[in-house]
């Protein structure tokens, strides 16, 4: 990624629509009071260029803001505190603001949500997604500052990545599953993002490799325990025989399980339960709840890490760094 790119100015976008950087400027302020039909030239002009309007003084244009941007999918997701802890234990002591905002698993309200990062002139991005709009792709490409990307390990990162594998974590907890000698597995998928699909392909190609038949319970809500237990019910209506579920999270395994509990079905006995993320609640059911040990806060570190270092002008061979999970099988399995 080339971090001497000059940015669009003003000037190039009224040069490029043929109309005075004033009007431009008075479209940025009040749109309303531009001509409908230099109104859509100016937005046209503004997205092909990559313009990205700086709300800091030109005079300080130039400057490092020792801001950087981070972007979440939820404020609320336990998962992406984790995350943020590990963050704010390197920016705080480099003496970096975090300035925060999420998107809602939505590419395009991400889209929205960097322009407002890059308007501030943040000096880096920390992103928890690797699918992008292809606006955003030029807006970062535009505003050539260090991107990290957390959580998966994307083939082609922006600039640098840090995460883990999502499909080799699913496949291996599932294959234990299995050599337990569950055979009616379900996968209960909640709201089907990019990281679901991953787990979803982990837990296709465990069963494809012991010949056993997928048990795909889809739902594209949001994740919580009540929709856990209505998922639970939903796979015992498709397949009767079921004898385990292996669940996207942990908000979901613990919902299944306690909707097991609830109709009087005995965990592990009659049906396996597992999740992914080990989040706490999984450790205060009993039996305590198998899962996926996901190193959320050192990958908020270590991605930290690199993005400052990548802003002091470091180079990173391993563009794309794998962070090992382990298993924990609980009693639930």
């Not at 802890?85 to 698993?105: D, M």
């Amino acid at each position: 990624m080339n971090h001497k790119a000059r940015r669009p100015t003003l000037q190039d976008v009224a040069d490029k629509v043929g109309a005075s950087k004033m009007t431009v400027s008075r479209y940025l302020r009040e749109p309303q009071q531009v001509a409908e039909a230099t109104a859509k030239k100016i937005a046209i002009a503004m997205e092909e260029l990559g313009y990205i309007h700086n709300r800091v003084p030109d005079m300080l244009a130039n400057a490092k803001s020792r801001a950087i941007g981070v972007l979440l999918p939820s404020m609320s997701n336990q998962v992406f505190s984790s995350v943020v802890r590990g963050i704010e234990s390197v920016s705080g002591p480099a003496g970096l603001h975090a300035l925060y905002g999420h998107y809602g698993y939505s590419m395009e309200r991400e889209e929205q949500q960097i322009a407002q990062l890059l308007s501030f002139n943040v000096d880096g991005l920390i992103l928890s997604e690797t699918q992008h709009t292809d606006r955003t792709l030029r807006m970062l490409e535009t505003a050539a500052i260090p991107v990290m990307e957390v959580m998966e390990l994307p083939e082609h990162p922006i600039d640098l990545a840090v995460g883990l594998n999502h499909t080799a974590a699913a496949q291996e907890i599932v294959g234990l599953m299995i050599a337990k000698g569950r055979k009616r597995i379900a996968y209960l998928a909640a709201r089907l993002d990019h990281r679901t699909r991953q787990r979803e392909a982990g837990y296709l190609a465990a069963l494809t490799e012991a010949g056993l038949t997928p048990i795909l319970i889809h739902t594209d809500q949001p994740s919580s325990f009540t929709l856990g237990g209505q998922l639970l019910r939903n796979a015992l209506q498709a397949a009767p025989d079921l004898d385990g579920v292996f669940c996207t999270n942990d908000d979901i395994a613990a919902g299944a399980m306690l909707a097991c509990q609830a109709m009087g079905l005995s965990v592990p006995e009659q049906i396996s339960v597992a999740g992914f993320n080990a989040l706490d609640i999984g450790h205060a059911l009993a039996p305590q709840l198998a899962s996926v040990i996901t190193p959320r806060e050192a990958i908020g570190r270590v991605a930290a890490e690199r993005l400052i270092g990548r802003m002091e002008g470091k180079v990173y061979p391993d563009k794309v760094l794998d962070m090992s999970y382990e298993i924990f099988l609980g009693q639930s399995v």
